[in-house]
């Protein structure tokens, strides 16, 4: 489990970027929430997650016999 001395201003920071994206909010705006000028900067946010790979290989298993 996080402590809260774990939970930093760039915690946050990352949490938001990837949460928008996790919502399918577009990466144009993602960067501009962000104050990114470059897209590449944005793009970290893209990056899967150990869980988010774990959800991936999961869910067409769900339902299944």
Known sequence: AARIDDLT???LRHVFGKNLIDAEVS?????ALLG???LNTTRI???PSE???AQAVEKPL????
């Open 62 to 65: 769900v339902g299944r016999a």
């Open 45 to 47: 946010y893209l990056t």
């Open 9 to 11: 201003p760039h915690v």
């Open 27 to 31: 990466l144009e705006k993602v960067a």
């Open 36 to 38: 990114h000028s470059n």
């Open 51 to 53: 869980q988010d790979l």
